[in-house]
């Protein structure tokens, strides 16, 4: 399984067992990371950064998070409104004015942090390619016809919600996404998370391992528009692509580092991205019920899917981060091997998570 190195906490002993037991069975390689308040308390890697296993994952490894990119998108959202930039509660039309096309006037900027948009798919047939190309992607959006009535039905934007949010970054604030939140999030935090990688990272990265199998929920409400094999997030092209949704490369501790700003009150290591009323927007309840797009039930906040005090989503294949806003605990987990075992993922995630609720509560 290789070695795990870094460093952990006494009491979170837990996780590291998770860790070591998931690389021992199904990882190749992986990184873990807990915060408690602004105090890394888990800081661990291990396994192997290719396939072959020829390779160590080392402290500096970085990967493709796919969605679990969502979550930078989302916070760079509240970041604005916090600061009296950008309105939540506003038509995306005010900022957008070609959006307000296609009936979608009344489409909000939360609805589209909250999967109720009703802009799920590109209706238009898209190539791969073009997702790479942000004016089309955008204008394809902007002149689309909803499916449903905005607020009304939550349907996962797996990859249109990036666009979405970037454009209306981009308009709000002169800059994209990508670099808003290099020069404004991860620059400030010294968080090595990239949407979108510059080429002298490249060295660095572990290639995504496609799943072996992929689980027949997972086929059904594939799009598959456009075509997305997991393999293209090894390509060039894929790893300095501006897509919000999912071209996001980084490691455990870079993912918890930023996503802590919203479990400390919106100040982590001496800086202050946003106050604690914005911090608590993300719980504010956008849908719940069942999910058309994943055929599970889901309730979603300002960017985040909610369970209680914690707010959290995945990347395709397994990655996950997990705020929880009332302990003040971050948890992260980032591999190179994809499992997909259903539109909930696969449990590897969810095992870190709990093993380090076992070390907060052995503290409290």
Not at 117 to 135: F, K, M, N, S
Not at 336 to 344: A, K, S
Request: proline share 5%; aromatic share 8%.
């Amino acid at each position: 399984m290789g070695d795990i190195h870094g460093s952990f906490d006494g009491r979170f002993g837990a996780v590291r067992d998770a860790l070591a037991e998931s690389l021992a069975d199904r990882d190749v390689g992986a990184s873990v990371a807990v915060f408690v308040g602004d105090e890394l308390v888990v800081d661990l890697w291990g396994g192997y950064a290719d396939a072959g296993r020829s390779r160590p994952w080392e402290r500096d490894t970085i990967a493709c998070v796919w969605s679990t990119s969502k979550t930078m998108a989302a916070l760079g959202a509240l970041i604005l409104a916090d600061r009296g930039v950008l309105d939540l509660d506003a038509p995306v039309a005010t900022y957008w004015p070609e959006f307000g096309a296609g009936g979608k006037e009344k489409v909000l900027v939360r609805h589209v942090l909250g999967h109720t948009a009703g802009l799920p798919v590109w209706t238009e047939p898209v190539r791969t390619e073009q997702l790479y190309d942000w004016a089309t992607m955008t204008k394809l959006l902007a002149e689309q016809v909803p499916a449903s009535e905005p607020g009304e039905v939550g349907a996962y934007h797996a990859l249109t919600q990036g666009y979405l949010i970037g454009e209306v970054v981009r308009r709000v604030t002169g800059r994209s996404l990508a670099a808003f939140f290099a020069e404004e999030v991860a620059g400030p935090l010294g968080a090595d998370f990239h949407l979108g990688l510059a080429a002298e990272h490249d060295r660095r990265v572990a290639p995504i391992i496609p799943a072996p199998a992929r689980a027949a929920e997972l086929r059904a409400w594939g799009s598959g528009n456009p075509p997305l094999p997991a393999e293209t997030a090894n390509t060039e092209a894929w790893r300095r692509a501006d897509i919000p949704s999912a071209s996001g490369f980084g490691n455990a501790r870079s993912v918890a580092a930023v996503q802590s700003v919203l479990a400390c009150g919106g100040e982590v290591r001496g800086v202050r991205l946003l106050s604690e009323a914005g911090c608590r927007r993300v719980l504010e309840e956008q849908f719940s019920g069942e999910d058309a797009v994943l055929g599970r039930q889901v309730r979603y906040g300002m960017g985040y899917s909610l369970q209680g005090p914690v707010c959290t989503w995945g990347g395709w294949g397994g990655s996950v981060v997990a705020v929880d806003l009332d302990t003040r605990m971050t948890v992260a987990y980032v591999m190179n091997q994809m499992l997909e075992e259903g539109p909930i993922g696969d449990y590897r995630g969810l095992e870190i998570l709990m093993a380090a609720y076992e070390g907060l509560s052995s503290s409290a």
